[in-house]
Each structure stands twice: as C-alpha cells, then as structure tokens.
C-alpha cells in the first residue's frame, strides 16, 4: 500500500526549516552550556592556584621574618669572630717569660750565676725558617742572651748540654769566656740560645698560625 503526501511542498519546507532551526537552537544552548561549565571549571582552577599562590606568599613573608630575626645573630657571629681574629693577633708570637726564668732556674748549675738576661723577639709572621741539620727546617721566632760567671770551667759544658735540653731552645752558644782576674778559677761568659715556635705559649703559636 502507498502513501500520498497531500501536504502542499510550501509547508513541507516550513516544517524542515523549522526542524532545522530547533536542530541550530539546541547546539547553540548546548554550546553555550559547554561554554559556561568549561567557564566554571577555568574559574575554580583559577582560584585554587590563586590560594595556592596567596598561602606561598604568606609563607613566604614568615621565612623572610625569621630570616630578618636571625640576621642579628649573624650580625654578632661575624662580629665575635671579628674581635677572635684581633685577640688572635694581639697574641701571635707570645711566650712566656716566666717560664724562661722557670726554665732557665732549673737548667743554670749550682756553682754558676747570672749576671745579665735578655730576650729578642721577632715580631709576628716575620719568624724565618733555617735548615736544620736535618731534612726538616727550625722556624726561629727569637732568641736569648745570658751573661754571667761560673766557679768551674767543666760547668759551662753542662750550662751548654742543659739549655739545647730546653723544648722550644736551640742552638747554644758561647761566645765569649774569660778568667775572673777576681776570683781564682772562676770565668765570666757570654751565651745565647735561639727560640723556635715550641717556645711559643699555645694561644701566642695559634695566632702565629692565623697570620699573626
């Protein structure tokens, strides 16, 4: 069985053009719907990178005020360790004259006596290295001179022997010796000893070490 389209063609195209633009309504609205939830979900991205970004900029602020508390601290280090290097120069080169006279009270023989004692230092970070007789060198950083008189000739040998014993005392030396027209078998001399960084008081060699 057939069927007969009795619908005039005017209406026919009426009918499709209508469709046709419900078809065009209905895709805009939905775009238009796209539009607006693609618009929503930018905006929600939007402001949770926006807090994100608010709460490091908080974080921020604090670290930069726990910097700014902390820098007083840094302040006061480098100012401690400023007034160190100073007291450290201030000591470089010390030794303890005291301890010479120590020292030298425990080396001089019973029958031998001081008349005259001096001491030569030189000043700080100008110590000069001699070659030692071994493969090592001796850094100098003074010496000592004595003058006095002793009762026996053999005891100048153990005055000698005594002052290379010394820690920190190298190479004694007689450079003069003369009878006492005076006294009978009794000789005036004059020695000297070299002091090496050994001789130095530990925060006069520390500061010696830092550059004096």
Do not use: C
């Not at 069985?1 to 309504?25: A, D, H, Y």
């Not at 030692?132 to 100098?140: G, H, L």
């Amino acid at each position: 069985m057939s069927r007969v389209n009795l619908l005039p063609s005017e209406i026919k195209k009426g009918q499709e053009t209508r469709r046709r633009f419900m078809l065009f309504v209905l895709a805009g609205i939905a775009l238009v719907l796209v539009i607006i939830a693609f618009w929503f979900v930018q905006s929600m991205r939007v402001s949770d990178v926006e807090e994100q970004i608010d709460a490091q900029n908080q974080q921020n602020q604090t670290i930069q005020q726990e910097i700014a508390g902390l820098q007083q601290y840094e302040q006061l280090q480098t100012e401690a360790q400023q007034q160190q290097d100073l007291l450290s120069s201030a000591y470089a080169g010390e030794v303890s004259y005291s301890g010479m006279l120590v020292d030298v009270s425990k080396v001089i023989p019973s029958d031998t006596y001081l008349t005259n004692f001096a001491s030569t230092l030189q000043p700080p970070g100008s110590a000069a290295a001699t070659p030692a007789t071994t493969a090592t060198t001796t850094t100098f950083v003074g010496n000592m001179t004595f003058s006095g008189e002793t009762l026996h000739f053999d005891s100048m040998s153990t005055w000698l022997n005594r002052l290379g014993e010394v820690q920190g005392w190298a190479n004694p030396w007689v450079s003069n010796v003369a009878s006492d027209s005076g006294v009978a078998g009794a000789y005036n001399y004059d020695t000297s000893v070299d002091l090496t960084q050994d001789a130095l008081t530990e925060r006069g060699a520390a500061g010696e070490a830092a550059g004096g």
